[in-house]
């Protein structure tokens, strides 16, 4: 649960009052350094003290929150290369029923000390925090949100007991709700027969009396909740949906009571009980179908969380023993009979099998394993019996940490909820101020009572802030969770809006575009050499190494003896230099030859001819200036990358191919593909400088690479994508990361980003527009309080609906 502040952070909106912060500071070396940070601190407009001891590791600032964000403070320390020790908290919020019971909720936790971060997703009905490590206070911030009218409980294994509990507590509810419903639609139904009744000319009619006490069980005793609900929200000073209901409902009703107690009063003879008892039945109906697609639209989380299993089976000491997956360490050797779902990350020790990891990577079709081959918790063995020894548990395993991500993904706030978030906290006062001047000018120009409560009691129950409240976090939650289900991990919402706007994609070759296994295709000594004496000698200069072109060689010698490596030394871009068995060697591209003074032109026409068909060459020369030959490799183009090129250029982006190859090479892979802009022979630095142009020339870049040399470039493009075969660096600094080396996902991610931001301005326009136009045609007499409720209790169902469609979302596959 702990984590380390290198993760992004959002702000948080100030508290009200001035506090203290205690940060625990990690990396100091001296009291120099803890001298450094205090003044970095006290330069921050806001900071009004901070003291930093070296010896505790720990510093102590006092700072006023009107001024300056814990973010701000803590990104100042971590800016100066120092690591704050954060922990991440989750809490189950009960009790919400619209934005602004989420936006006061985040306002009462950011207020605990402590806490830096605070966000609520109302569509997951969940809390996530950042806390300083050694600040966490689960009662206060428990009390904080129990303080402000609402119900918290701490989460502490959001990978395995949480699924199952919130799970329990969903069924729960929506059984609740479902009676309440049910109850609602029994008791309302006469008092809708006799309307009907009355409409079409049958003359059913009820006695006022038996009117009275049908509305009464539904709007006192179904209906206590919104009564309950508004009042705790009136204690603190808030506005919610439940208030509009409550004090709708109780003027509708109200005004029926006083006309049977007092049945001589004029137009007595006109009741509105069934007015109020249909309202909380259909409101009571919205919450129900909101609740059941809510829980669509977190399906896929749920779904990832079930994956782990609570049990693992181990071989100790000879012996086998089923433990708690808790209990498992790094170094135990699993055992996963056919058909088991794989409890940890691990490599395989021995035995062979077919792994499913689909629900994982989005791969359909299980993939053969064997030994030392690495395997992820939650994928399935197929028929072999496998030993696994165990690599990472708990949450540091590949699953853990899709669902931390996916988790963070879906909490994480788009730009437009601030807006949604200043609407919302004035919604309700402005309702009200709307029924009030509705039933003030109703009055004064048709001199009627009635027409004027029920214009005003229209104007309370068609006023919804839960569709506004609900509209970006369940596009999110459904958009992000369908793209996790099909391999994509999307880091945050502003990786997803970035996403919807690239406009150039930069894709590196050397397993982004091909395979990423290179094998040697020629060997070409100089005149009077030998082929195996040159191959050996080259492999022997890279023994040890993990770059895809000396795999390449050292695969080709197989199991021949090398020849002793005196040194190595890498040439970032241009090749190495090394002393193998006394010679000194130069290994690398023609531009490493040209810096050495190697004259290679008896063997550069074959060179040539190799490169033109896409071949990589490595020259290898030896340190008196001597040619001595080269060896070509060639890397496979991965067999859906001319598709994917396509694909992208089909939906509006430019594709540009970066590499460090020579050329010619370049050039031939990229026609093969169908790229036509190409950036060859360039370093690592130079990717970032390329980035940065394209982005000054106004382009929106996404860059996709998979090495530790495309880290620097992810981080630099408005959008990193990582291949999820690739590194963890390269996957650390990347906004999007796709599970499995498929160029397929790439066009995949913008169509996701698009639909999801697409279906967030859809429910926010409808949202917006459905209360623009319904308050002032309730104002204006022209709906019907039920008629009113009926729109209200479905705004916020149409835009959970609407979302929910994103659920459907799936890859397009290979067609061609």
Request: aromatic share 4%.
């Amino acid at each position: 649960m702990t984590s380390n502040a290198k993760a992004q952070l959002t702000p948080n909106d100030p508290a009200n009052e001035g506090r203290e912060l205690s940060l625990g500071v990690k990396g100091m070396t001296c009291t120099n350094c803890a001298g450094h940070i205090e003044k970095a601190l006290g330069r921050l407009a806001g900071v009004l003290n901070a003291r930093v001891n070296f010896t505790m590791e720990r510093a102590d600032i006092r700072f006023d929150p009107d001024r300056v964000d814990p973010v701000a403070i803590v990104k100042a320390i971590l800016d100066m290369n120092y690591e704050v020790p954060l922990v991440s908290v989750v809490l189950r919020i009960n009790g919400m029923t619209c934005g602004n019971c989420a936006h006061t909720i985040e306002k009462a936790l950011r207020r605990v000390p402590g806490v830096l971060t605070a966000k609520i997703n109302l569509a997951t009905e969940q809390a996530l925090l950042e806390v300083a490590q050694g600040q966490l206070d689960v009662m206060a911030l428990r009390k904080a949100v129990t303080a402000v009218g609402y119900g918290a409980t701490f989460i502490d294994d959001p990978e395995n007991r949480a699924s199952e509990n919130e799970s329990i507590e969903a069924r729960r509810r929506l059984h609740w709700q479902t009676g309440s419903l049910i109850a609602a639609i029994l008791l309302s139904f006469p008092l809708v027969a006799q309307m009907l009744g009355d409409f079409v000319g049958l003359g059913f009619h009820l006695s006022p009396m038996v009117q009275m006490v049908l509305a009464s069980f539904v709007q006192f005793g179904i209906g206590w909740r919104f009564y309950r609900a508004a009042w705790v929200a009136l204690r603190y000073g808030n506005g919610t949906m439940d208030q509009l209901v409550a004090l709708g409902t109780s003027a509708a009703y109200g005004l029926s009571v006083t006309r049977v107690l007092w049945p001589e009063t004029e137009g007595a003879e006109a009741l509105y009980f069934e007015a109020s008892a249909i309202i909380l039945t259909l409101v009571l109906l919205g919450k129900w179908l909101e609740s059941r697609a809510k829980q669509g639209t977190s399906a896929a989380i749920r779904a990832l969380m079930k994956l782990r299993p609570s049990v693992a089976r181990l071989l100790r000491n000879g012996e086998e023993v089923e433990v708690p997956i808790n209990a498992v360490v790094v170094g135990d050797v699993v055992l996963l009979r056919p058909g088991e779902r794989v409890p940890v990350d691990g490599d395989i020790l021995s035995g062979q099998s077919e792994i499913d990891e689909s629900l994982i990577t989005g791969e359909s079709q299980p993939v053969e394993k064997g030994e030392g081959a690495f395997v992820t918790a939650g994928s399935v063995n197929g028929s072999g019996l496998l030993h696994i020894t165990t690599t990472r548990i708990g949450a540091e395993t590949t699953l853990s940490r899709i669902i931390a991500l996916v988790q963070g993904a879906q909490a994480s706030r788009a730009p437009v909820q601030k807006l949604v978030d200043r609407v919302s906290a004035i919604f309700v006062p402005m309702v009200l101020a709307a029924a009030v001047f509705t039933l003030m000018a109703q009055w004064l120009f048709t001199g009627a009572p009635d027409v004027a409560v029920i214009a005003a009691v229209s104007v309370l129950v068609i006023a919804c802030p839960c569709a506004l409240g609900l509209a970006t976090p369940t596009a999110i939650v459904a958009g992000m969770g369908a793209a996790a289900r099909g391999g994509i991990l999307i880091k945050d919402v502003d990786a997803l809006e970035r996403m919807r706007k690239v406009t150039v994609i930069a894709l590196d070759k050397t397993g982004t575009l091909t395979e990423g296994h290179p094998a040697v295709a020629a060997i070409a000594p100089v005149a009077g050499g030998d082929e195996d004496a040159l191959l050996l000698l080259a492999a022997s200069a890279q023994q040890g190494s993990e770059h895809p072109l000396a795999r390449a060689i050292l695969d080709a010698v197989g199991d021949k003896p090398l020849k002793p490596l005196a040194s190595f030394k890498s040439l970032t871009g241009r090749g190495l230099e090394a002393v193998v068995d006394g010679q000194r060697l130069w290994i690398g591209s023609r531009k490493l030859m040209a810096d050495s003074g190697v004259a290679i032109a008896s063997l550069d026409s074959k060179a040539q001819e190799l490169e033109t068909q896409g071949a990589t060459v490595m020259w290898i020369a030896h340190g008196e200036g001597r040619l001595l030959g080269f060896i070509a490799a060639s890397d496979p183009i991965k067999a859906t990358a001319v598709e994917a090129i396509a694909r992208l250029k089909k939906l509006g982006l430019t594709v540009i191919m970066m590499t460090g190859d020579n050329q010619r090479t370049a050039a031939a892979v990229a026609s093969k593909l169908g790229i036509d802009r190409v950036m060859a022979e360039i370093l690592p630095e130079q990717k970032i400088t390329e980035v940065d142009r394209l982005r000054r020339e106004g382009e929106v870049v996404a860059m996709v690479g998979d090495g530790i040399n495309d880290a620097p470039a992810l981080a630099a493009a408005d959008v990193g994508i990582a291949m999820g075969t690739g590194t963890d660096v390269a996957i650390e600094a990347a906004g999007v990361t796709l599970m499995r080396g498929e160029p397929l996902l790439l066009p995949e991610t913008v169509r996701i980003s698009r639909a999801t931001v697409a279906k967030i301005w859809q429910n926010l326009f409808w949202a917006f527009i459905y209360n623009v136009i319904g308050i002032p045609l309730a104002a204006s007499g022209m709906l019907s309080p039920i008629l009113a409720g009926g729109a209200m209790a479905f705004s916020s169902v149409s835009v959970v609906s609407n979302s929910l469609l994103l659920t459907r979302w799936r890859p397009v596959k290979k067609q061609i």
